[in-house]
């Protein structure tokens, strides 16, 4: 957000997968055995290494939607139908939503300015709204290196370092959706290396990993923590060789009705999974 963005000192490479209800490494909790009819989602609670909320949905249950007009798609939302007023809420994504739809649970995606315009790369359906940006600069979108969270049209989900992503629609990547922000949290299995152990600056924070299943993890922290501690929970609990943080402090926003989560913020670019009723 932009008090983010100005006010911090500080300003991603995941090929999306979502999550099942099956035992994996991206869980944080449950040595269950699979249950075959579960859902490919599940949003719970946890209270180590600190109180977080997380939502994860399984890779194949995206990629099934783009490809065979599967039951769930991950989306990016923005604005209304008018295209010129941004959407804000979470309540206001779901105004927009038909009858035939539900939102099964979103976050903020991203940093924003003084309009809620996004401040990173954009996409939304096939169509640019946002260069990508490469500038250098202050607050915590700029804490190089940080990172594009996108998926194609078949449902192939990633978090890219942005100089990558640079490369990589050089050669002619056309993403589906994307969402630019910083910094990334965990990049090819390594924190940040800006980074500090021993830091004492702690906020509420949230943001996406991917797991090495493939599956996606959206974490929001209930509770104030550093930057490191944020990123050792995506690499070393939630086993994500990439993660990127999108927003942080009063700019965290979280959507989960399961778990009884209903953020009333106003915020920029959305990031959400939609279930086909």
């Keep these: 957000m932009l008090r983010s963005f100005f006010t911090f000192p500080y300003l991603t490479v995941l090929t999306l997968g979502v999550f099942g209800l099956s035992v994996s490494a991206c869980q944080p909790s449950s040595t269950d055995a699979p249950d075959i009819d579960a859902e490919p989602w599940s949003c719970e609670e946890a209270s180590a290494p600190f109180t977080y909320s997380v939502c994860h949905i399984s890779a194949d249950a995206v990629a099934d939607t783009n490809v065979n007009n599967g039951n769930y798609a991950l989306q990016l939302f923005w604005q209304k139908t008018d295209n010129k007023t941004p959407l804000l809420t979470f309540k206001h994504v779901l105004d927009t939503l038909p009858a035939s739809k539900n939102l099964i649970f979103a976050m903020n995606a991203g940093m924003y300015n003084e309009v809620y315009a996004p401040i990173g790369y954009t996409v939304i359906k096939g169509k640019e709204i946002r260069a990508l940006n490469t500038n250098k ?10 990172g594009v969270m996108w998926w194609d049209k078949a449902g192939s989900v990633h978090i890219t370092e942005s100089r990558d992503m640079q490369r990589q629609l ?58 490191y501690q944020f990123a050792a929970l995506f690499k070393d609990k939630l086993k994500c060789p990439n993660a990127l943080f999108f927003d942080g402090g009063i700019a965290s926003a979280f959507y989960a009705p399961s778990i009884d989560k209903h953020d009333k913020k106003d915020m920029g670019v959305i990031i959400g999974v939609v279930k086909r009723q």
């Design 170 to 227: 050089a050669k002619g990547t056309k993403p589906w959706f994307a969402t630019q922000s910083g910094p990334m949290l965990v990049i090819n299995n390594k924190i940040h290396p800006q980074f500090n152990k021993n830091g004492t600056s702690t906020k509420f924070r949230n943001g996406a990993g991917v797991c090495e299943d493939g599956s996606i993890q959206f974490v929001n922290s209930n509770e104030p923590v550093t930057f």
């Design 137 to 146: 600069g202050g607050g915590n979108f700029h804490l190089l290196p940080n």
